[in-house]
Every structure is written in C-alpha cells, then in structure tokens.
C-alpha cells in the first residue's frame, strides 16, 4: 500500500513539475520583452508558475500579454485538478487503510501485548476478566479465522479493552507475524470449537508450534479438550495447559465435602481487591522458615502467604568456569534437577501452606492472597 501511495504522488509531482516548467518557459516567452511586463528572469516565470499552480495567487506577478493569459488560465485549471487529484489520493490511502484494519487484514503494531488465538466461549469470559479488572491496561489481539461480524461482536461488547484483531489461519506464520507474535509478552492459544474433539487438539498443537517458531521465548497458556494430549505440549516446553472442563470436574467433586467449594472459588477469583499473585521473596527471609515469611507478609504488608513456587535459576558458563570448585557441582545438580522436571508437571514445583520449619531459598516466590 505504501509503494503504491508512493508511486501516485511520484507520478502527480512529475506532471506538476513538468507543468510548471513547461507553463513558466511559455510565460516567460511571451511576456519578457513586454515594456510593462513584471517578469525580468526565468526566475520570475518559475515564482509565478509554482504561486499560480498552488491556486494561492499572490498577485505580485500577473501576466500582461493575451498568450500569458491564456497560460495563466490553464495553469490554474491544471493546478485546481491537480490538487482535487492529490486529495483523492491522499484520502484513498487512509480509507483503504481503515478498511483493512476493520477487516482484520492490517499489521498490528504493538509491543508487549497479549495474543489470544481462537475464540470460543472461554475466550469471551477471559475477556470479560480482563475488562472488570481495574488496573488491566494490556492491549489485546484476537486472532482467528472467523468473519468480520464475529470480531465487531466482540468489540462491541469489549469496549473498555484495548482490543484489534487479525483475521486468518493462526497456523499461518504470516498471520501470526500481522498480530506482532515476536513482540507479545504472553499468547493464550484457546481450543476451536468448530472441529471434532480430537482435531481440536491436533489444530491447537499446531497452533503451538507455529507460535513457538515465530517466538520461541513468549509465555504460553494452551487450552486442550482433551487431557490425553498434555504430554505433547509438555515436549513443546509448554507449561501452561488448562483442559477444558477439567478443573470444573475437581471443584464439583470438593463440593459435596465443604458443601460451599465452588462459590469460594470464585469469589476468590472474582475478587480482584483481594486476589492472588506471586511475590520475590525478601532478601531479609532468603533462609528464614515459612513462619517468618507468613508473619512478615501478614504484619507489614497485609497479605496472607499460602504457598510458594520453586523456580529453578539457570547458571551461566561464567558461574560454571569460576574460581569456586563448588560451582560445577551446584550446575551438576540444577542440570539434573532441570532433566528431571522437564517431564514433570509444573505442579511439582509449587507447595500451598508448607511447614511452619520449611525453609526459604534465594529461588522461591511467594503466592499471597
């Protein structure tokens, strides 16, 4: 579009130039011997010629001679259809613009946004999340292979969040590059509905991998229908894996024993003033035990501690090949401990309520309501 808009205003400046020079000589031709004539030079010819092509019309320099006149009138004829013709371009270039966004067709230009490829009813409540909560200010991109109509729909619904879209195969690298996948600070890949329970899975396996060679460092967060294929995206380095209806199916069966289960999670979800994050541990509380850090957190900030995350830090060559013998062991150790978790679940990795004596590392992050 840019090199077309380009190549239109090339051409029309051409004609100009080449009107006002051809104009000016003919000007300057017919008026430079006149004995009135306000025109002494080439150079006054040319003044006269850029003014009058303009339609600006100064006046300091009018034709006096009937040949001048008659160069003069088609000069602003030239000139008037000249800029009509300018404007009709310059317009065209912002309306095809507008409707190649309105059609999901445009680049979306953004950096550090989310990316939710597929739309399903769990898109459409994840948004509804995203808009109660008051301090969101992501930019959103929904990409799909859905109409125009479906998008607007959501839109229209969304109105507080900064949402576009881009329409077409998200399998696509093409299409994933229009929706800035490079520069996405996380992508939510939802399941499509429209296919059979096991395509589903197959297309949204799919969809990971394409995403995962565009940008293979994004945080990802993968719905399946099906828990069978979780190994899969586990090899894919895929943390992140919720499956459908699988979370509901634990929280019905925890019902019937405290009789209130689903109605304490959701309002712990729900509850966005007293939500749930995860927190660096304090500096101060690297050794402590989990009562120290329960109490710190309950007393100086207000936040109740109830679990905590072990992240595993990655050592660099410079660690290993230091002057401390003890480094090679510890990389020995965290290698090995990585090999064993690559096919563990990441739930391994987090410890709700541990002992009051459990004791704190340097990699650890605290979850606190």
């Known amino acids: 579009m840019k090199n077309t808009f380009g190549n239109r205003i090339l051409k029309l400046l051409s004609i100009i130039i080449v009107l006002i020079l051809v104009s000016s000589t003919l000007l300057y031709l017919f008026?430079?011997?006149?004995?009135?004539?306000?025109?002494?030079?080439?150079?006054?010819?040319?003044?006269?010629?850029?003014?009058?092509?303009?339609?600006?019309?100064?006046?300091?320099?009018?034709?006096i001679t009937s040949g001048g006149r008659v160069i003069g009138t088609i000069l602003?004829?030239?000139?008037?259809?000249?800029?009509?013709?300018?404007?009709?371009?310059?317009?065209?270039?912002?309306?095809?613009?507008?409707?190649?966004?309105?059609?999901?067709?445009?680049?979306?230009?953004?950096?550090?946004?989310?990316?939710?490829?597929?739309?399903?009813?769990?898109?459409?409540?994840?948004?509804k999340a995203f808009q109660e909560k008051k301090s969101f200010n992501k930019s959103i991109v929904l990409v799909g292979n859905h109409s125009v109509e479906i998008f607007e729909s959501i839109q229209s619904k969304f109105t507080k969040l900064n949402l576009q879209f881009v329409r077409g195969d998200q399998t696509q690298v093409e299409i994933l590059n229009r929706a800035s996948i490079s520069s996405a600070e996380r992508v939510f890949i939802m399941s499509d509905e429209q296919n059979s329970r096991e395509m589903a899975d197959d297309y949204t396996i799919v969809v990971v991998n394409t995403v995962k060679y565009v940008n293979p460092d994004v945080k990802l967060t993968v719905q399946l229908l099906n828990a069978s294929k979780k190994h899969l995206l586990r090899r894919s380095g895929v943390d992140e894996i919720l499956v459908y209806d699988e979370l509901s199916g634990y929280i019905l069966a925890n019902n019937p024993e405290s009789d209130c289960a689903v109605?304490?999670?959701?309002?712990?979800?729900?509850?966005?003033?007293?939500?749930?994050?995860?927190?660096?541990?304090?500096?101060?509380?690297v050794g402590q035990t989990f009562g120290d850090l329960h109490t710190h957190f309950w007393e100086e900030m207000n936040r109740i501690a109830i679990g905590l995350i072990d992240y595993q830090q990655d050592l660099k060559l410079n660690d290993i090949f230091s002057d401390d013998s003890s480094a090679i062991d510890e990389y020995i150790k965290a290698t090995l401990a990585k090999a064993k978790s690559v096919n563990a679940d990441k739930n391994e990795l987090i410890t709700i309520h541990p002992e009051k004596d459990f004791r704190i590392k340097s990699n650890h992050k605290v979850l606190v309501l």
């Open 263 to 285: 109605s304490i999670i959701e309002k712990l979800l729900k509850e966005y003033d007293h939500s749930m994050e995860l927190i660096d541990v304090p500096d101060k509380l």
């Open 76 to 127: 602003i004829i030239f000139g008037f259809c000249s800029l009509t013709i300018f404007t009709a371009i310059l317009a065209s270039v912002f309306v095809e613009d507008k409707l190649k966004g309105a059609k999901g067709l445009k680049k979306v230009k953004l950096n550090g946004h989310f990316v939710i490829c597929g739309i399903n009813s769990s898109t459409e409540y994840m948004l």
């Open 31 to 63: 008026e430079h011997n006149h004995p009135d004539t306000l025109i002494h030079t080439f150079a006054d010819a040319i003044w006269w010629g850029i003014v009058t092509v303009t339609t600006i019309g100064y006046g300091d320099i009018v034709p």
